[in-house]
């Protein structure tokens, strides 16, 4: 399949983009914006510190913000519950713009790459696997972004992506709080129940969507 090729091609120059800006800038924001840094500076702003971390976990769409960093500082100032909703609205506003920004671009940009039987075709493959490789990627660095983006390249259906979304950044943005708030490391197991879990739950939301009537069957006579 020929657009695949392509796409993972737009896949490897963005993710090679959001490499070199890390390589560019990558210290001098996690300097910056280090859980120490962050738990300090939130802490003087506390009753503003949410707004600022939103912020922060958006523009991570263009610069190398350290994201877990944020979500950790986040539990350490307002507690895992509070701290992991805010990371979460956060993360997933942040893959929200990523995805409307290329489904907005998308149509102009679907007709240099392929034509419309591909991008059908591609559509379908992301309706059907892109869950899969959202939820994966909530958890790692660059790739977020990056799976956004595609989403909305392949004009992914919104509710699945928004569900996938959900499946892949609450959870990451729970763990991370919880670790803020305890001052603990990153676990490995921890890292994979964030990601496990959810994948589980992705067939699930599937097979219901599946069961649900076409918008025409639902239409009255």
Do not use: N
């Amino acid at each position: 399949m020929k657009v695949l090729l392509k796409v993972l091609a737009i896949a490897v120059i963005l993710a090679a983009l959001c490499m070199l800006g890390f390589e560019l800038w990558g210290e001098d924001f996690e300097r910056l914006f280090s859980q120490e840094a962050c738990v300090a500076y939130f802490a003087s702003i506390r009753p503003w510190a949410w707004a600022v971390a939103i912020g922060l976990l958006v523009v991570d769409l263009f610069l190398p913000v350290p994201a877990t960093g944020v979500m950790a500082a986040l539990g350490s100032v307002y507690g895992p519950v509070l701290g992991a909703l805010v990371g979460a609205v956060g993360s997933m506003l942040a893959g929200l713009l990523g995805y409307g920004l290329a489904r907005l671009g998308g149509k102009r940009l679907g007709r240099v790459i392929a034509g419309e039987d591909e991008m059908r075709r591609f559509k379908a493959f992301f309706d059907r696997w892109g869950g899969l490789a959202i939820i994966v990627s909530r958890v790692l660095p660059i790739l977020p972004e990056v799976v956004a983006v595609l989403a909305g390249l392949a004009r992914m259906r919104l509710r699945r992506f928004l569900a996938a979304l959900a499946l892949g950044t609450v959870p990451t943005a729970t763990l991370f709080a919880v670790l803020g708030h305890v001052s603990r490391d990153e676990p490995w197991y921890g890292v994979i129940v964030a990601v496990v879990l959810p994948m589980l739950v992705w067939p699930v939301f599937l097979r219901f969507a599946r069961c649900e009537p076409a918008p025409a069957a639902r239409e009255t006579p």
